[in-house]
């Protein structure tokens, strides 16, 4: 079955960078995109970008721009996602989940890894 | 403050109905029919219960129904089970190319 399974959980100082990866399972690694979504305690979800594990080629949302970097493995069907510069309002749980990819695109997720805690404290 | 709006909690008695709804613009739920609901239990990945509006992907039960008018979606839960207690989210497609969510309702079945 579709499994993604991310790595554990990271504390970070404030100003370090962290490197989350999301190992895929169960499919074919090109064929859907990955996307990245944080939830910050007691906060709602927020995306964080997307990438095309065939190509390469990422889009990142607007927060985020120049401080997230999205990359994949193909030899391994990881996803990375790194976040630098960090600040305690990064502290969340961040997670990587599949878009199942159509003829068209759907814009929803049908598998998410379980989540990765980052906690950035002095 | 999350882009799209959501109750933060609503509750219900087993058997009953319930509707969440999930507010947003023009620019995202208004204009797009690309709303999701999810449904999340503490430490525990998401689940994927209603897509492209009204959509129930294969093994979703069909208590879980989606509905959208103007700029607010809506995710009716019928027959309340124990088990329904959760985190439901709602995610909407979004001009420009981003996604964006709800704040998260949580379910309490008394």
């Known amino acids: 079955q579709v499994q993604l399974v991310q790595s554990g959980a990271e504390v970070k100082k404030p100003g370090a960078s962290v490197k989350v990866s999301c190992k895929t399972s169960?499919?074919?690694?090109?064929?859907?995109?990955i996307h990245w979504v944080r939830q910050a305690p007691g906060q709602g979800r927020e995306w964080l970008g997307i990438?095309?594990?065939?190509?390469?080629?990422?889009r990142y949302g607007q927060k985020f721009q120049g401080r997230v970097t999205m990359t994949r493995d193909t030899s391994t069907t990881t996803v990375y996602m790194e976040l630098t510069s960090l600040r305690s309002e990064d502290t969340a749980v961040y997670y990587c989940a599949r878009e199942p990819i159509t003829s068209v695109r759907v814009y929803y997720y049908d598998t998410w890894g379980q989540g990765t805690l980052v906690t950035v404290s002095s | 403050q999350s882009a799209l709006t959501q109750p933060a909690s609503v509750s219900g008695s087993p058997g009953q109905s319930i509707t969440i709804s999930c507010t947003g613009t023009?620019?995202?739920?208004?204009?797009?029919?690309?709303v999701s609901w999810y449904q999340h239990f503490p430490d525990k990945a998401p689940k994927l219960l209603i897509y492209a509006v009204t959509e129930r992907p294969s093994g979703v039960s069909h208590r879980f129904t989606g509905s959208k008018s103007a700029i607010t979606a809506s995710l009716t839960i019928s027959g309340l089970q124990v088990e329904d207690e959760a985190d439901y989210f709602c995610c909407s497609y979004a001009s420009g190319g981003s996604l964006v969510f709800g704040g998260g309702t949580t379910l309490t079945v008394l």
């Open positions: 169960g499919y074919t690694f090109t064929n859907d995109y």
């Open positions: 990438i095309n594990p065939d190509s390469g080629i990422t």
């Open positions: 023009h620019s995202d739920v208004g204009t797009y029919d690309l």
